[in-house]
Nanobody, 125 residues
Framework: QVQLVESGGGSVQSGGSLRLSCAAS??????MGWFRQAPGKEREGVAA???????RYADSVKGRFTISRDSTRNTLYLQMNNLKPEDTAMYYC?????????????????????WGQGTQVTVSS
């Protein structure tokens, strides 16, 4: 049984930083991603990382966010720097089933079979 558990969310001021973690159990590492959903908005892909370490980012976070993983600890990370109020959302960790690579549609939530419960990030101006 695959379980994904996020942590690290919180409240910061604009320009601040946070690091999100996602502890994965029961999962053979493949393409994993971070998504976010703000109230009244659709869930959107933020970043993804494949087994080979290749990464993809949404344009809105390029240069500010970094996705990484520690395979020895089965943990996925999202380092978020220079946070902006528009980054405020619930952040979710997700994992694909059966694929080691992230497809060109990595940003679509339907690509992922497994989801965590989410961790809230609030950025104040």
């Amino acid at each position: 049984q695959v379980q994904l558990v996020e942590s690290g969310g919180g409240s910061v001021q604009s320009g601040g930083s946070l690091r999100l973690s996602c502890a994965a159990s029961g999962y053979t590492y493949g393409c994993m991603g971070w998504f976010r959903q703000a109230p009244g908005k659709e869930r959107e892909g933020v970043a993804a990382i494949a087994r080979d370490g290749s990464t993809r980012y949404a344009d809105s976070v390029k240069g500010r966010f970094t996705i990484s993983r520690d395979s020895t600890r089965n943990t996925l990370y999202l380092q978020m720097n220079n946070l902006k109020p528009e980054d405020t959302a619930m952040y979710y960790c997700a994992a694909r089933r059966g694929y080691t690579y992230c497809s060109g549609s990595w940003y679509g939530s339907s690509e992922y079979a497994y989801w965590g419960q989410g961790t809230q990030v609030t950025v104040s101006s």
